[in-house]
């Protein structure tokens, strides 16, 4: 049996009494009770988890949320009145009978096992196959799917804005508060780490995965200052020894010199918003980001933040940069800039030019192709509802459908002629080209021989059985991996950050043409072709 | 002060030491730190929630999430360690002052008060309004924002769900799979149900909070059946006394039956899914509901259903129906009820024409008008994805602002002018007509006097001067009513149920023109002409 290289097996965590994930629709219980009552519940089945498109319009998926499926299986249990409808006539079980079907449908659930394929993953290939006992396989149905679709697919949709901005610019995840409660704001900055952003706002995130967490102000700060005179405290020491000098006076200096230099009125800037800047950077030194368009970009929050800025260089401290709202951020980036510059060369301050500049308002990927396009400089791009809750495409369809019962494929016919299964349980192979890059994915039954490399394989188009195509591989790689063995999950989970590593180099692998946007060229998942499979049906 | 009767006051919650709620951005953390430093964190300030535009183009939103944001504030406390980033240099903050920070910030949390708006709220109007020292209620900003948008909106989007298909229909929840992670299944379930769906089939969600939960069985179910032999039981007892009888040799006979009166072959109809739904019926015989779709609709799952249907009869039980999964749900419940008919009347079998036809796959706002339209004899409708991920606008913009601090009236400008908030401390007032349908809400600052019934009120368009409007209302209500008060929750919380009633009843109440799903009349919200409130500014 052909077997990726999987992880070494580790001890089963021991199960915590009293410890349940109740976590599921009621339909599996029901189909539970009534399987073990016609005593098919310990039916040997196997059921494969995977999704039929690539979200987006993409040419690719990451998959994402395997860890929490692990631990998920691993703490899977049932107590007597799991199932229980919240109107206990709603389904006609008794009492008996439900402490009965639960404690027989769980009778072994250490005959669990389960397969997983990479990280990189393409339609139709299974992303998890699990195997085992009928009526416990089944029940894991909408934990399963409910723990890789969103995770999946915000994964994905992070790494969409991460090819699109390259790798020069940092990326911010800000979604917490548009997610689907706090837990959904957790899963929105986890994955869109494990996609490729740099960056999280949410607190708990960070501390629970290790993300990096950045920020700095909202408007509130701002407009919570109104006069210079509400500064308690209005001196600072200089970096090294020194004593504190008068930080408040000299920018007001500063202010008067940037706006000679800018050619605009000392009268503008806004006394409240320069107070709010001044007590921030009084605070954080060293950290001195500013917010910049609470009253007018240019008028008010660009002065006062060279001014604030230029006071903490003659004390030996460098500001971080400026972040915009509103209005034309690539616009104003530039003017940003320009600024910057000049500010550099009059005042003889080098790294003044090279200040960051922070983007954030309603960014998309529709806004950031057209910034793309254009010159701008932009250095942090902060996305938070186009993000975590993927408007052009809120959810991944990603099905857990059974293949085989007691050694024998099923099918599922439909109506809807893409929703048909592909009967039987499969192993998938990734065949490699001699430069290293992916080829196509070839799907096989789990009874059929591997491919191996340097030898022809023939492969057929899915549901156009007549178009044939020959493939010698260079390379082959089997995509599952056993993950989950006799109730005991394998190796050590891996932490956010390695799979944040393992998702970028299996993107950077992915040739060019299947890595595009819109309309990328497909990547192909083929079968043999069907002489070998007319055992199927 | 004109203020909404609230609810009675009920002594705090005991806080349980070490539980903690960290949940939130950054940025409120260093905001909260900065403001210590320069000691500004017990200035008194007001922030208002809200949002601009009502979601999905339509005219109304359902204000949900309130229990769970009330819960948030009182258990809301701070350890020495919160907003410690997850790299210690990242704000350049030492361990001593993030201490007495944390200590210092939350000294008196008991100061906080809250007033909150009614069920069915419209755009501008405060959904809460959140008064306290202002480096606590700045805190709170991110988690209020994340428990009121996706409720809020999810609740809105079934509530569109509820008007579009009329009391008659019951509607299902099914979102669980596609939902961001448990906790967003368990939201998705609850403001489903608050915004007018009857059902889940979240087994959680039904325990914690009552929603009747319903389901039968997944196509797994079916094809996990091969053929009649993998039985174990084939006898049920009819209802009442007596013994049990060959179930499976007479639904043979009665599929003979059935087949003659369709017209259709009795050698299709296959015999796995036979076995899968006389195992159901054996298992659930007064809650009999097969899925039909699994091999095809017309020539094997409904004769089956009809066969097992009329076997459970000829014992005293009466099944519930069908559910139809893909293909044309309109033609095929079509299909189906002209069977039902034509079997009630051939078997005299009266209750049989009146058998549920439940409908699911995929249904959208769109699919439903088109269904609304025409003919079909659809009785329970399933929604799942396009329910709880919100695909036509999957985020609502609420925002939380600033109005007040230390007395004085705030703004926050914006280069895009939509986003320039309306300052100052504000009442609001809904203004309703002889009839007892309201008219518009009104806006006030919190110092003018507010509007009498039967007298003459002047308004004018937020945006443009000019336009003045004269009202004479029948009737007034405050929108806001205290519901915390220096750190204590007023009243008992509701039941899901209650909310769900009270939601229920706001939009009844809502005059037809505004309830339209697409181009409503916008409902008005408007200020007192500017004369009166020039001291704003």
Redesign the interface.
């Known amino acids: 049996r052909a077997q990726a290289a999987g992880p070494r097996p580790r001890p089963p965590a021991p199960r915590r009494p009293g410890v349940r994930v109740?976590?599921?629709?009621?339909?599996?219980?029901?189909?539970a009770?009534?399987?073990w009552?016609?005593?098919?519940h310990r039916?040997g089945?196997v059921?494969e988890l995977f999704f039929r498109d690539n979200p987006f319009g993409g040419g690719f998926t990451i998959f994402a949320g395997l860890q929490n499926c692990l631990s998920f299986i691993h703490s899977f249990s049932l107590s007597s009145t799991?199932?229980?409808?919240?109107?206990p006539g709603?389904?006609?079980?008794t009492e008996r009978e439900r402490v009965d079907a639960s404690c027989g449908v769980l009778d072994d659930p250490h005959l669990v096992e389960g397969r997983v394929g990479k990280a990189d993953e393409q339609g139709r290939v299974a992303l998890m196959e699990v195997s085992g006992p009928?009526a416990v396989v089944?029940l894991l149905?909408?934990?399963l799917?409910?723990?890789v679709?969103?995770?999946s697919l915000v994964a994905t949709n992070a790494a969409r804005f991460r090819l699109l901005v390259g790798p020069r610019i940092k990326l911010f995840e800000?979604g917490?508060?548009?997610?689907?409660?706090?837990?959904?704001?957790?899963?929105?900055s986890k994955y869109s780490y494990i996609g490729g952003f740099d960056y999280t706002?949410?607190?708990?995130a960070?501390?629970l995965y290790?993300?990096?967490?950045?920020?700095?102000?909202?408007?509130?700060?701002i407009?919570?200052?109104?006069s210079i005179s509400?500064?308690?405290?209005q001196t600072l020491k200089p970096v090294g020894d020194g004593a504190a000098v008068d930080f408040v006076g000299l920018s007001e200096r500063w202010l008067g010199r940037v706006c000679r230099l800018l050619e605009e009125s000392e009268e503008f800037p806004d006394a409240g918003e320069r107070a709010a800047f001044i007590?921030?950077a009084?605070?954080?030194?060293?950290?001195f980001v500013a917010l910049v368009?609470?009253?007018?970009?240019r008028r008010s929050g660009l002065p006062n933040f060279c001014a604030v800025a230029l006071t903490l260089d003659e004390l030996g401290y460098r500001a971080i940069g400026v972040r915009l709202d509103?209005?034309?951020l690539r616009q104003q980036s530039l003017h940003c800039r320009s600024v910057f510059r000049a500010c550099s060369q009059t005042f003889e301050v080098p790294w003044f030019a090279n200040l960051s500049i922070m983007a954030s308002n309603n960014i998309s990927e529709e806004n950031l192709k057209e910034l793309q396009c254009q010159e701008h400089e932009i250095d942090y791009i902060g996305v938070g509802?186009n993000l975590?809750?993927?408007?052009l495409?809120?959810?991944?369809?990603?099905v857990?459908?059974?293949t085989e019962?007691n050694g024998?494929a099923?099918?599922?016919?439909?109506?809807?002629q893409s929703?048909t299964t592909l009967p039987g349980r499969k192993n998938s192979y990734r065949l490699y080209s001699p430069d290293g890059h992916p080829l196509l994915d070839l799907l096989t039954l789990h009874s059929e021989e591997a491919p191996r490399a340097g030898e022809e394989v023939q492969c057929c188009a899915l549901g156009r059985k007549m178009e044939r195509l020959q493939v010698t591989a260079a390379n082959v790689e089997p995509l599952l991996s056993v993950y989950f063995e006799r109730g005991q999950l394998l190796g050590t989970p891996p932490s956010v950050s390695d799979v944040r590593s393992r998702a970028q180099t299996s993107l950077s692998n992915l040739p060019h043409a299947h890595r595009g946007l819109d309309h990328p060229v497909p990547y192909q998942v083929l079968p043999p072709p069907p002489p070998r499979r007319t055992t199927l049906l």
């Open positions: 109740l976590f599921g629709d009621l339909y599996h219980y029901t189909m009770h009534s399987l009552r016609c005593g098919r039916t089945a059921f799991d199932g229980e409808p919240a109107e709603a389904v006609g079980v009928l089944q149905e909408t934990p799917l409910n723990l679709n969103y995770a800000l917490l508060r548009r997610a689907q409660g706090p837990d959904g704001g957790l899963s929105g706002s949410n607190l708990l960070g501390k290790g993300i990096p967490v950045r920020g700095s102000m909202a408007h509130s700060y407009t919570s200052f109104t509400e500064l308690t405290f007590s921030f009084l605070c954080y030194p060293s950290n368009d609470t009253y007018s970009v509103s209005g034309d509802t975590v809750t993927c408007p495409q809120p959810s991944l369809g990603c857990y459908k059974l019962v024998k099923r099918i599922k016919l439909s109506e809807d929703k």
